[in-house]
């Protein structure tokens, strides 16, 4: 399995912004798929995942109502559309392949810096 993150950039708070993961190599919709992120000098941290269908999502507190997670199973991609960033949200985002419990297989990261 391969992943691919994409979609990072320079955005100014209160800006959206939409990150894309293509997945490759495998079944898709034998995943769930999830984002993490990881700030300067903080441990990596729990975004926000999605069952095979998206049809069962999960968020962090920091991002619930402000970020969603979407599949593309056609396509087979997930999304992160973020919205109302905030500086706190820069870090570097990771997508991931697994179940709920883990998660197993990692794309490289695509950094979002948010800017006050």
């Known amino acids: 399995v391969q992943l691919q993150a994409s979609g990072g950039g320079l955005v100014q708070a209160g800006g959206s912004l939409s990150l894309s993961c293509a997945f490759s190599?495998?079944?898709?919709?034998?995943?769930?798929m999830a984002w993490f992120r990881q700030a300067p000098n903080k441990a990596r941290e729990f975004v926000s995942d999605?069952?095979?269908?998206?049809?069962?999502?999960h968020y962090a507190d920091s991002v619930k109502g402000r970020f969603t997670i979407v599949r593309d199973n056609a396509k087979n991609v997930v999304y992160l559309q973020m919205g109302s960033l905030k500086p706190e949200d820069t870090a570097v985002y990771y997508c991931?392949?697994?179940?709920?419990?883990?998660?197993?297989?990692w794309g490289k990261g695509t950094l979002v810096t948010v800017s006050s």
């Open positions: 991931a392949a697994g179940n709920f419990s883990a998660y197993g297989y």
């Open positions: 190599g495998g079944t898709f919709t034998s995943y769930a």
């Open positions: 999605c069952n095979w269908s998206g049809h069962t999502t």
